[in-house]
Every structure is written in structure tokens, then in C-alpha cells.
């Protein structure tokens, strides 16, 4: 994730304007948010005609409830935010526009690379709400998002894939340390490692994306991901907005033929392929 959270936007600092993925300068995504913006449906309902998407909107975009969850996660990001553990880290993706080498401080990775606790807890709200039985989680990092994910539902079996070995080693960690029941984590390249373990689940029910940011693997990942689908599933794809290439992905999604409803809440782009929707809807709406 590229943004911290904020009451509206706060921009994590990006030290490379040209960056060899086509990123976003600060200037650039804050024209984007600002498009974005005026443009959006106002987060409130209003003028959602859809009953699903308004019943999302309004249980579960808009729920403000103190879950006690967020407490213990949040306790475990003020932790990791502290640790200056170096790790070395292999890096299967887009890379990093914050950091230049492969050994990051846990801080360092926990301040950059974590869910902002907005996202997470909105993700740990879908899950509260949808009650998924398998959920699929691309890009562990720190196991931040995954917490709150396996937080949301002790019946939900989680599965979680990280590329890097010492950032796996300790989500591991993290993972005990909050008494998690039923998380599976995948080690290794996606490229590798999808295809086999979709081969072996019969069903994902939804499934976070937040692996490679770039076109080409964010729509490998989608295709591969699509005999998986059912009426019922839910996908969510980080940074939508993050570069050139991830928004010609998020593109190439939308047009899919399968896709029945997009929800862009510019920093995460949620994926409904539900029958109830006769013809495709796209929303974009503020969060």
C-alpha cells in the first residue's frame, strides 16, 4: 500500500518520481484522488439503486463499531513499528518505491508496506459480513492484513502467500503471538506457487490481491483465480491506482465478461461476479 491513512488523503512519501513501473508521483496520484473524488458517489448511499452494493455501502463501508479485534492488530503494528530487526528481503514484485536495497528494518516494512488500519479493518468487516469459508491473501508481508482477516471469522480457514522468506518467517511469528487459529501460509513465487494450490482448494471464497504490482502478473493472478469463481465470491485488488499498469489491469478486470459489479474506492477495487446484477455496474465510491 502506497497511502497512510487519513480523514480524507495523506500520500506515503514517494522518493522516486520515475520509477521503472511508470508509479505515480506524489503530484500525479494526488490529481488522481482529487478526479476521484468530486466524482465518487459520497459514501453515504445516496443514489445507489443497487440493494446489494447499498446494503455494502451502508453495513459495512459505514460500520463504526469498535470491534475488539482492532485493538490487538493495531497493537501488533505499533510493535513491528518499533523493531529495528533487519531483514533481507527477496523481492518478487514491483519492488519498493520507498526503499532502494533488499535489507529493510521490520519498521521500515511495517510502515511501508502494511494495510493503513482503515483497509484492513474494512477487509475485516467483509469478511464479519460475507462469512467467507476460504480466503486467499496474496502478500502476507507481516501478516497485518491476514490478522485481521483470520480475526474476522474463527470459522474462515485463511490462506496466506508471501514471496519472501524472513518477512514469512515473521508473519510466523506474529501469527502466535496473536493466537491465530486456522492461517495457512504459502511460501514462495506466485508464479509458482498459485497455480499449484488452486489445483488443490475445491473453492476460495474471496481473496485479497496485494502481490506483484504490475499488469501483466495482477491480470495472471486474476485469470488464474477465475475457475475458482462463484456467485458468492469476492476479490479485492490493492492499489488500483498505483501506477499506469495497475490501472490498465484494473481495467482489463472490469471488462471481464464474468464481472458483474466494480466498487473503486481508489486505494483497494472490489470484484462481485453475483447473478442478481442483469447488466455490469461500476461505482466508484468515496471512503
Not at 443497487?50 to 463504526?64: A, C, W
Not at 483470520?150 to 511469528?173: C, D, F, H, W, Y
Not at 496473536?178 to 482448494?201: A, I, R, S, Y
Request: positive net charge; contains cysteine; proline residues 3%.
Amino acid at each position: 500500500m502506497i497511502f497512510k491513512d487519513s480523514p480524507r488523503f495523506t500520500f506515503y512519501s514517494l522518493h522516486s518520481a520515475f520509477y521503472i513501473y511508470q508509479v505515480y508521483n506524489h503530484f500525479q496520484l494526488a490529481k488522481k484522488y482529487l478526479h476521484y473524488y468530486f466524482r465518487a458517489s459520497n459514501g453515504k448511499g445516496h443514489g445507489i439503486h443497487s440493494p446489494f452494493v447499498f446494503d455494502f455501502i451502508t453495513t459495512v463501508l459505514n460500520d463504526r463499531q469498535p470491534y475488539l479485534a482492532y485493538e490487538a492488530v493495531e497493537q501488533l503494528r505499533s510493535n513491528l513499528l518499533r523493531e529495528q530487526q533487519v531483514l533481507t528481503v527477496q523481492d518478487f514484485g514491483a519492488g519498493s518505491t520507498v526503499s532502494k536495497t533488499n535489507s529493510r528494518s521490520i519498521a521500515t516494512i511495517a510502515k511501508n508496506a502494511a494495510k493503513p488500519k482503515k483497509y484492513g479493518q474494512l477487509l475485516y468487516r467483509m469478511v464479519k459480513k460475507y462469512q467467507p469459508a476460504t480466503v486467499l491473501e496474496l502478500g502476507t508481508s507481516l501478516g497485518i492484513t491476514t490478522s485481521y482477516l483470520a480475526l474476522a471469522n474463527p470459522g474462515t480457514k485463511v490462506i496466506t502467500m508471501e514471496g519472501a522468506a524472513s518477512i514469512a518467517a515473521t508473519a510466523r511469528q506474529n501469527f502466535a503471538a496473536l493466537h491465530l487459529q486456522g492461517v495457512e501460509l504459502v511460501e514462495g513465487n506466485f508464479d509458482l506457487t498459485l497455480p499449484l494450490l488452486m489445483k488443490q482448494l475445491a473453492s476460495i471464497d474471496f481473496a485479497f490481491i496485494d502481490g506483484n504490482h504490475r499488469r501483466k502478473p495482477t491480470e495472471q493472478y486474476f485469470h488464474t483465480l477465475l475457475p475458482a469463481i462463484h456467485n458468492d465470491i469476492i476479490l479485492i485488488f490493492d492499489d488500483i491506482h498505483w501506477s499506469r499498469e495497475m490501472e490498465e489491469a484494473w481495467e482489463h478486470i472490469k471488462a471481464h465478461e464474468a464481472v458483474s459489479c466494480t466498487i473503486d474506492l481508489f486505494f483497494i477495487g472490489i470484484v462481485f461476479f453475483r447473478q442478481e446484477f442483469k447488466a455490469k455496474q461500476h461505482f466508484s465510491i468515496r471512503f
